[in-house]
């Protein structure tokens, strides 16, 4: 029996753009395989009609891996389709969101633009990017209650060849860590071969880190002003997708930005806003692996970045619409979020650390 799809509207949470499904009938043609020789015809129409609006389950696209999967295992044992995928899929692929990481300075711009806009890719993961101690590393945090393993080496995978890729060092190596039990030993090898440095698993949450200099790396495709044009919109795209999404999260998140400039993005005003007591909505937090203070940070960083990008307010401008009590205290929450102060950012403009990625592709 061949593959099937659905294609709802919109999905609430738990959803992927629809390119994650688009590219596999492209990516097995690299690898020699006929698209019909796996899916029915039906299917095969079913997502040349997606469009952008069309969000997928993610289910949906693990179902189709699994499928081609089986499908192939005699005469691709051990195929790891995400990897695959992962390799398969160029900057450019993905749209206004890849061509920002091609127009930026270095790895660390590209990936922190990456991160801040992962919305727009998916709803499953928030991505988080951090340089401490001379490491840099991603992590992909559950947003939901539908992780997918799949989908966490496709996001990790992607980003090292991009990054490989869009610095032109072929031979940067990255250590990895995931949850779930160790794969077999062929596709353990897989795993070790596309990052390069050391593979773990039975993690409590998937990442990938590489020397601290790696950020640092320049892209020398890099061009700010495409990048600002396209950060504009990109920034728009997320927020339309923000206001018309029922995720839970999304709506915790726009109550607290509407509130921070007041100074009332509080724990028991955002609760009241929702009609929820505030106990419910830490607990609702909670299961999301989330406290109200850590989103409630998360929120300030993600605005900061936004405000300093637009490159029309003052510091203490910024800090004021942040609901800060002074520029000081702006300062060193700017510092824990970045490891740099505000003034270093605004001489060397830099991306949040926070957002939400995966690699989508449209075909």
């Known amino acids: ?184 030993p062929a596709r353990m090898a897989r795993v070790a071969q596309t990052f390069g440095g050391a593979v773990h698993y039975g993690a409590l949450r998937s990442r990938m880190s590489g020397p601290g200099h790696y950020a640092g790396l320049a892209i020398s495709r890099g061009d700010h002003g495409v990048q600002a044009m396209l950060r504009a919109q990109l920034s728009d795209r997320m927020r339309s997708l923000h206001a018309e999404s029922g995720s839970f999260l999304h709506l915790v998140e726009r109550q607290i930005l509407d509130r921070l400039e007041a100074g009332t993005a509080t724990l028991d005003a955002v609760a009241g806003a929702l009609g929820l007591p505030a106990r419910t909505l830490q607990h609702r937090l909670e299961a999301a692996g989330l406290s109200f203070r850590a989103l409630h940070d998360r929120v300030r960083h993600q605005q900061a970045v936004l405000l300093m990008g637009e490159g029309r307010h003052t510091l203490t401008e910024v800090a004021l619409k942040l609901g800060f009590a002074s520029q000081s205290s702006f300062h060193s929450a700017f510092k824990r979020w970045t490891g740099q102060t505000p003034g270093q950012a605004q001489k060397r403009p830099a991306l949040a650390a926070t957002g939400r990625i995966t690699p989508q592709t449209t075909t």
């Open 1 to 184: 029996m061949r593959g099937t799809i659905t294609s709802p509207t919109t999905t609430a949470s738990c959803s992927l753009h629809p390119g994650y499904l688009q590219v596999l009938p492209a990516c097995l043609q690299q690898l020699g395989v006929t698209p019909d020789h796996v899916f029915a015809p039906t299917t095969l129409a079913a997502l040349a009609t997606l469009t952008e609006d069309m969000r997928q389950p993610v289910e949906a696209w693990e179902a189709l891996l699994r499928h081609a999967e089986v499908a192939l295992a005699d005469s691709h044992p051990d195929l790891d389709l995400a990897l695959d995928l992962a390799e398969f899929v160029k900057p450019w692929d993905t749209g206004p969101l890849g061509f920002i990481t091609m127009a930026s300075r270095d790895l660390r711009e590209a990936t922190e633009a990456l991160a801040h806009f992962y919305s727009l890719l998916n709803d499953v993961y928030v991505l988080h990017a951090t340089l401490e101690d001379q490491r840099f590393e991603l992590s992909l945090q559950p947003l939901g209650p539908c992780p997918s393993a799949d989908l966490e080496r496709l996001t990790l995978a992607t980003i090292a060849w991009h990054a490989r890729w869009l610095s032109q060092h072929a031979e940067l190596a990255f250590d990895v860590e995931f949850t779930g039990p160790a794969p077999t």
